[in-house]
């Protein structure tokens, strides 16, 4: 494939075709006039050999291959607007912005927050975007870190990847305030045999494989893809949860539960801001990441 002799516009147009599924919508998104786009859409055709829309009775359904390159161009044009968006200066106080954080709702609560006052001191016209962390984040990392401005994930889930350490967390379980089963301590046993609330996606995973290597296997009762959520989950019931001790602090008053270390020496958590290679050497990111550590070690400290 030779890319000096594509036409980079075709991407612009590719996915508003491919989005909108109607050659009018598709130009008066991107500014072009009908004739301008069904000329767009010939070229593209015959790129990719290709009808990539098919006429359906009166309307027009994405084919197979345009099925495919819907997610693609998306994210093709995603890399696109960041690479040429990427500056030599960056003042804060100056530019207007947006960066786009992958998160988890834990990451958000206790460190986003923190970030979000300090951007919003430091640099009054930029603007962050949180998006919760995708199911195959470890599938396809390159390109989930392409799409963005970084991932706050911990150590122990992806790597590879450039990355600077924000602070320290460390686990533990919730449970209701009037357990009947459970005292001060928790024991081993009652690990497999209580009923738990168990986070779905792969962001605690080292904690949850450190369960499995003592011969904990999680009977779970219900299954949530927020962190937030545990603790109304597990009050008022005989359910467990592990969650983070920074979190569950912040939670506390949210409902009648209260926190037991766990009866083994956790894995500690050790959240970290990950981005793509493409991105080091841009002075926006450059301060971004500076931010965030700077953020992260005032939250280490206390």
Partial sequence: MNLARLDLNLVVALRALLEERNVTRAGQRVGL????MSAALARLRRHFDDDLLARVGGHYELTALGQVLLDRTSTAYDVLERLFASQADFDPAEETREFKLIASDYAVAVFGTELARVVHEEGPGIRLRFTQTPPGVTDDTATTLSACDGLLMPHGVISDFPATDLYEDRWVFLVADDHPGVGERLTRDDLSRLPW????????APAVRQLGMLGVEPR???????FQLLP??????????LVQARLARLLAPLAPV??????????PLREALWWHPVHTHDAAHIWLRETAARVGRRLAGG
């Fill in 197 to 204: 609330v168990t986070y779905q996606r792969t962001y605690d």
């Fill in 232 to 241: 109304l989950l597990v009050a008022g019931t005989r359910r467990v949860a």
């Fill in 220 to 226: 779970a009762e219900v299954s949530v893809d927020s």
């Fill in 33 to 36: 006039s009908q004739p301008a």
């Fill in 258 to 267: 209260r926190t037991v270390e766990p009866p083994y020496e956790a894995v």
